[in-house]
């Protein structure tokens, strides 16, 4: 299984980016798919995650103005930025929790891409 995400770039501060993420390859069932970020010198991050039956939640700080959606029949997923700041520029991180997968756990998710990197220009 495989997961690509695309989107990132250079953007001035309170513009907005799409991210999006695609899942290929053979899986079993993926319960929730995720956005995760990381700053250089920090911890990596939920951004935002969404369950099977839909149900979003989000970092505080991000809540607002980021909306994380998927399409179950593409295995798709996509985060929609808005009115981006400096913090927010990260290298983020599309991830998957798929149990059949039986691959190793990393901060709640066995699925990951390789990341795409975001920053914001004050």
């Known amino acids: 299984v495989q997961l690509q995400a695309s989107g990132g770039g250079l953007v001035q501060a309170g513009g907005s980016l799409r991210l999006s993420c695609s899942v290929s390859?053979?899986?079993?069932?993926?319960?929730?798919m995720a956005w995760y970020r990381q700053a250089p010198g920090s911890q990596r991050e939920l951004v935002a995650i969404?369950?099977?039956?839909?149900?979003?939640t989000y970092l505080s700080d991000v809540r607002g103005r980021f909306t994380i959606s998927r399409d179950k029949a593409k295995n798709t997923a996509s985060l929609e930025m808005n009115r981006l700041k400096p913090s927010d520029s990260a290298v983020y991180y599309c991830?998957?929790?798929?149990?059949?997968?039986?691959?190793?756990?990393?901060?709640?998710?066995?699925?990951w891409g390789k990341g795409t990197l975001v920053t914001v220009s004050s």
């Open positions: 991830a998957a929790d798929d149990p059949g997968a039986g691959t190793p756990y990393y901060y709640g998710m066995n699925l």
């Open positions: 969404i369950v099977s039956d839909g149900t979003t």
């Open positions: 390859g053979k899986y079993f069932g993926i319960n929730s």
